[in-house]
């Protein structure tokens, strides 16, 4: 009898540790973490942009660059680049949002904002705050 009362109390105990284990997805690569990412937006984008050095007109390409993990880079002047390690100016988490044909980023400090997807030329352009970014290998600026 006794060995009967140690069987169930080891399977109940056994029954209560399987239903508070661990229910993580068995798939680590679908699990990123990363919202909607589309792989076609990953990349450089660049923009030619007007702004005053010392008084003066000038003009300098900023650009995003969008990553794999669903973080992004706000950089100014892109084509000043040290090292490979861009400046950035700002930085945080993008998404695809594909019902309004937009990417939704996410700022740092928790602002979010919307970069509209378009075509110009028959290419994608990317608009944000009025300027147009083009993929960097479509750039000509």
């Not at 399987?18 to 997805?25: M, Q």
């Not at 970069?115 to 705050?129: N, R």
Request: proline letters at 3%; glycine letters at 8%.
């Amino acid at each position: 009898m006794k060995k009967m009362i140690v069987f169930v109390l080891v399977a109940v105990m056994c029954l209560s540790l399987a239903a508070c284990g661990n229910n993580e997805d068995a798939n680590p690569e679908q699990n990123t973490g990363a919202g909607n990412i589309n792989p076609a937006y990953v990349g450089e984008w660049k923009c030619k942009v007007l702004h005053e050095n010392f008084g003066a007109p000038v003009y300098r390409h900023d650009g995003f660059v969008f990553k794999e993990d669903g973080s992004f880079s706000f950089v100014k002047d892109i084509d000043q680049m040290v090292y490979d390690e861009p400046e950035v100016y700002f930085d945080g988490q993008w998404e695809f949002d594909e019902e309004k044909t937009r990417i939704i980023i996410t700022l740092e400090f928790g602002e979010k904002t919307s970069i509209k997807i378009s075509e110009e030329d028959g290419k994608t352009v990317l608009i944000s705050s009025g300027d147009v970014f083009y993929r960097a290998e479509d750039f000509t600026g």
